[in-house]
């Protein structure tokens, strides 16, 4: 009886020691398991806080993309043209009643435009201007149908270097 009770006592002592070193490892395990938790909140606020960047990117994102439904009848020497249909304005910077494209976040941007005349045995100029200085230059000289040219330029726009006072229109389009 006695070394049944020596044996029952050795057994619970290994017991408890067994149970003591699973509680050590579980709470360590623990502390694991709370750091891997703050980290993973510190990396979801983080891809969180990309994610709006890249979303404000989106939100910042200017395009236009413009026509000419009609000829524009007799246009004089340096006529603003203003394109009365448009499939794109992204970010809604093109006026369409003033033809002025209004830049108002800096970055790159790029123009292209292709106009198309019928002006017989006539030299046809168009720019494209920035505060009323050519930026792009023109020239088509017509025949007896319709002609067309086509012009592009790509230019940085940085907000502060332009005007303080932020009356930024960009883009115009002259005869």
Not at 144 to 158: A, D, M, P
Request: net charge positive; aromatic share 14%; glycine share 6%.
């Amino acid at each position: 009886m006695q070394y049944l009770q020596q044996s029952i006592e050795i057994k619970g002592e290994a017991y408890r020691h067994n149970f003591s070193t699973l509680m050590t490892k579980v709470s360590h395990n623990f502390t694991i398991l709370q750091q891997l938790v703050t980290d993973e909140k510190v990396v979801t606020n983080d891809l969180l806080k990309n994610m709006s960047t890249q979303q404000l990117k989106m939100h910042t994102i200017r395009a236009f993309t413009v026509q000419n439904k009609q000829a524009f009848p007799n246009v004089r020497q340096g006529h603003i043209l203003a394109f009365d249909s448009f499939y794109t304005n992204e970010g809604n910077r093109y006026d369409p009643h003033s033809g002025t494209f209004t830049a108002d976040v800096s970055g790159w941007y790029i123009f292209l435009f292709n106009i198309r005349v019928r002006y017989y045995s006539q030299l046809c100029v168009t720019d494209l201007g920035k505060h009323s200085n050519r930026v792009v230059f023109g020239l088509c000289m017509s025949g007896t149908k319709y002609h067309q040219h086509s012009s592009e330029s790509n230019f940085e726009h940085r907000r502060h270097s332009l005007v303080e006072n932020w009356s930024m229109g960009w883009t115009n389009v002259y005869r």
